[in-house]
């Protein structure tokens, strides 16, 4: 069973930035692909980005490439997501994931493991 913590959520105007944080409980992170998702209001959760089990392979979605920059420190069993020029619509509760198989992707369902998620609130 793999354990995950999301924390470095909160309150940031717009243009600001947070680095969000995700612990693993797991003796063998360093096999996990490791992805982050947010939820909006009233939409569906939805992919952000992922980072293969070395850190050497990452994807994000369109609408934060440039802004968004995952990373991932297997010494320490965390992964994170460095949050700049942030925007109201950047608001969501985000979740960190865990992926058995070591497949990079965008795919809610093939993520084994979920954290509880932290709430990110960009004001305008």
């Known amino acids: 069973q793999v354990q995950l913590v999301e924390s470095g959520g909160g309150l940031v105007q717009a243009g600001g930035s947070l680095r969000l944080s995700c612990a693993a409980s797991v003796r063998t992170f360093s096999s996990y692909t490791m992805g982050w998702f947010r939820q909006a209001p009233g939409k569906e959760r939805e992919f952000v980005a992922a980072i293969s089990w070395s850190g050497g392979s990452t994807y994000s979605t369109d609408s934060v490439k440039g802004r968004f920059t995952i990373s991932r420190d297997n010494a320490k069993n965390t992964v994170y997501l460095q949050m700049n020029s942030l925007v109201p619509e950047d608001t969501a509760v985000y979740y960190c994931?865990?992926?058995?198989?070591?497949?990079?992707?965008?795919?809610?369902?093939?993520?084994?493991?979920w954290g509880q998620g932290t709430q990110v609130t960009v004001s305008s």
């Open positions: 994931a865990a992926q058995a198989l070591g497949v990079l992707t965008t795919t809610l369902p093939k993520y084994d493991y």
